[in-house]
């Protein structure tokens, strides 16, 4: 019975029976909670412009991301942020808060097992693959605008 | 000498092999659980007072192995062998609880098999007259196995609906050939096979478990010319609620139906409402409910005969991220009320 065959059929099998994350109604979590984020941002957005005239809008963006990415620390270390990411899924991990979120966790936990060799390496475990893949594109895009 | 080998895989035991105690200690979460009122002691402090969960888990072996030496009315010294595993790398928990204690040691590790493992192997221990007294034991710690297997804690992803949730909690359970009167009593052992169907999903354990429960199971009652109704309780470790709907359609496939006295560790543990989808896993699950819910059901007299199949998944997290298929493990022991 234990021929490839049957391991396929079980395999099969398994997957019809398996239950699948439903798109409703976790999509709409995380539109409502991804949209309230980036509402969040606009706000901060706004006012700082409207609060420093002088501010450029490069440096009111700059602020504004800022500010996401510490509250999205702080309420990673509150213990708050992981909550709202059950709720939200991608609505949460998406935005800028959620990249902060992916830093600012596996800091906290492995503190434990040293600064360096704890914190300082594994700080991007989560965040690492982000940001390779960032630099890897913006060098092949560089390489490309150079010959334009 | 006739030979204790029954079949294949199985062993019948001809000298007495007595449960003189057993204790469990579980977590927060499990204590909110459906056998709140069983356990021997719930945690209030995930931590349990120490600095990190590694320590934690630590501290729940050594807890619950000291409690059940002391309800056995016996002291350390009278401990010939500590048979004992968890699921952290180098079974860390153990040994080092195994330095705290002083007393022989042999590590096992079957994942989260290994409280069935413990039960089997003491026993053959037992029946062939070596030692007298024998401590099993195991337990694991939902966050330690967070940070080993999975993300960081405070990190906001989602589980998947196929996964399970890592007991916090430990059990330990004594086997000695002391002559007592009435007592729970190990009859029989099955060994089982590395079973693998080919599942790679890290999530869906229950899937890649439920073939080795099956596996095993089927050889205990072709080895013992048993069937499922010879027992008034059927249980594998931690499929949880899917990998049991696999394990029973499994079972039936090979013509064996499973009804009312089947029932699974990981399925029973947690409420419904505790949104563990699907239900608990780890070392600690079969551990704390064995030692719980299933020896003092026995010792009322509710129930008089256990299968109790604890299951495995033999996996690390580097096979798995090297595409490996997950294996699976399970092994088998029979718990009596002796008469």
């Known amino acids: ?148 | 000498m006739a030979s204790k080998k029954c079949g294949k895989q199985t062993i019948k035991f001809t000298n007495p092999v007595n449960i003189i105690s057993s204790y469990s200690i579980v977590g927060e979460k499990e204590g909110q659980g459906n056998f709140k009122e069983y356990y021997d002691y719930i945690l209030k402090d995930d931590k349990f007072g120490e600095k990190t969960f590694e320590h934690a888990e630590r501290k729940l072996i050594e807890h619950s192995i000291v409690h059940a030496i002391e309800r056995a009315h016996l002291n350390i010294d009278d401990i010939d062998l500590m048979l004992a595993g968890d699921l952290l790398n180098q079974i860390t928990s153990s040994s080092f609880t195994a330095r705290q204690l002083k007393t022989s040691f042999v590590g096992l590790y079957g994942a989260c098999s290994t409280m069935a493992e413990s039960l089997a192997v003491g026993a053959c221990m037992i029946d062939g007259n070596f030692f007298n007294n024998v401590v099993c034991a195991t337990g694991s710690h939902f966050s330690s196995a967070e940070r080993q297997y999975r993300f960081p804690l405070e990190l906001g992803n989602q589980r998947p609906p196929t996964s399970q949730w890592t007991v916090t909690g430990a059990g330990c359970t004594i086997l000695s050939n002391r002559s007592m009167r009435k007592c729970n009593q190990i009859t029989m052992a099955t060994f089982g096979k590395v079973t693998d169907y080919g599942i790679t999903d890290v999530n869906n354990m229950g899937a890649a478990m439920a073939p080795a429960a099956c596996d095993t199971i089927i050889a205990h009652f072709e080895d013992t010319k048993t069937t499922p109704d010879d027992y008034d309780l059927i249980l594998t470790g931690d499929l949880g609620k899917l990998g049991s709907e696999l394990f029973m359609d499994l079972m039936e496939h090979n013509g064996y139906k499973l009804g009312k006295n089947y029932n699974d560790c990981g399925q029973m543990i947690f409420d419904n409402n505790q949104k563990t989808y699907q239900g608990g896993s780890g070392a600690g699950c079969s551990a704390a409910v064995i030692n719980s819910y299933v020896m003092k059901k026995l010792e009322k007299g509710e129930i008089k005969s256990v299968l109790f199949a604890a299951t495995g998944a033999l996996l690390s997290s580097t096979s798995s991220q090297q595409g490996d298929s997950i294996p699976g493990i399970c092994h088998a022991v029979v718990i009596k009320r002796s008469e």
């Open chain 1, 1 to 148: 019975m234990e021929d490839k065959n049957f391991f396929e059929k079980y395999q099969a099998y398994v997957e019809a029976k398996t239950p699948k994350t439903k798109s409703f109604p976790t999509l709409i979590y995380a539109y409502l909670v991804g949209g309230l984020i980036c509402m969040l941002g606009q706000g901060i957005y706004d006012s700082l412009l409207a609060i420093f005239p002088t501010m450029t809008t490069e440096e009111a963006n700059a602020w504004m991301l800022i500010g996401l990415i510490f509250l999205a620390s702080l309420l990673t270390g509150l213990g708050v942020y992981d909550r709202i990411g059950i709720f939200a899924g991608a609505g949460s991990v998406v935005p800028i808060t959620g990249f902060s979120n992916s830093i600012a966790s596996p800091a906290i936990e492995y503190k434990k097992e040293g600064i360096i060799y704890g914190l300082c390496v594994k700080m991007f475990s989560i965040a690492g693959p982000v940001i390779v893949n960032g630099l890897a594109i913006s060098i092949i895009i560089g390489i490309i605008y150079l010959f334009l």
